[in-house]
């Protein structure tokens, strides 16, 4: 019935091709689809609770079920596309950071379907990191823990060694990349990865300023292009950023 109700919400977005999608991605990962029904109630509960906090706190410009659904929580699980995650190799036991998490996308949707992934949400905002610590305890996430301050404060930590640095650090909220990266490469060990949602054309009017800090930090950086044979809505062409930590 869960899961009716979800092919419901999806087959009235601005793309029939977004069930399809999310079914086909979760199928690629045998135990992550043998959880499904649990997975999409989840999910299901997530939208609901977002959907009733932002009606007083305006944690999000989502103003309906079906934009979270789809704008927030499929795009978030992007990272799990093979060629994706070919790049940002998201396995167990990774310790995984969300920059900014704001809302929880993409952290509180990839700590569903990863519980072996522990997830550090890095929010300043109180309202914010009240909402997420509440949707973890909800979910029964025990994989997540909320850090209510800024990326420099965590970043001081690692400093004094109180804290590890991540493997992955994810990033969907990064207005500005170039400030992303100089936030987030002191987070990071050795051969960690920043992954960063962004656009086509806000790559391209970073892309010297990026080159920059590559060659000053002496990273790799690889570009996931959009992947327009699925238009899951026409505002939304996603595209990452995975810079290597040498």
């Known amino acids: 019935m869960i899961y009716e109700a979800m092919k419901g919400q999806l087959a009235m977005s601005e793309s029939g091709g977004a069930k399809e999608y999310l079914m086909s991605l979760l199928s690629g990962y045998p135990d992550i689809f043998r959880r499904i029904d649990e997975i999409i109630a989840a999910f299901e509960r997530y939208a609901d609770l977002l959907m009733a906090w932002n009606r007083v706190h305006n944690l999000t410009a989502f103003k309906s079920k079906e934009e979270i659904l789809v704008r927030g929580i499929i795009d978030s699980l992007i990272v799990l596309n093979p060629r994706v995650n070919r790049l940002v190799q998201l396995t167990e036991h990774n310790q995984a950071a969300d920059f900014g998490s704001g809302a929880g996308f993409p ?119 959009p992947d327009y044979e699925l238009q899951l809505h026409r505002a939304n062409r996603t595209a990452l950023l995975v810079v290597e930590k040498i």
């Open 107 to 225: 952290g509180i949707p990839l700590a569903v379907v990863k519980p072996a992934v522990d997830f550090t949400l890095i929010e300043a905002t109180h309202k914010k990191a009240a909402f997420l610590s509440f949707v973890a305890a909800e979910l029964g996430l025990e994989n997540v823990r909320v850090f209510r301050g800024r990326v420099e404060e965590f970043s001081r930590l690692i400093e004094r060694k109180e804290e590890k640095p991540f493997d992955i650090i994810f990033s969907r909220a990064a207005a500005r990349i170039n400030k992303a990266i100089k936030l987030s490469l002191p987070l990071l060990g050795k051969m960690g990865k920043l992954v960063v949602w962004s656009s086509m054309d806000q790559l391209k009017k970073q892309e010297t300023v990026i080159k920059e800090i590559m060659v000053g930090y002496g990273c790799k950086v690889s570009v996931v292009e």
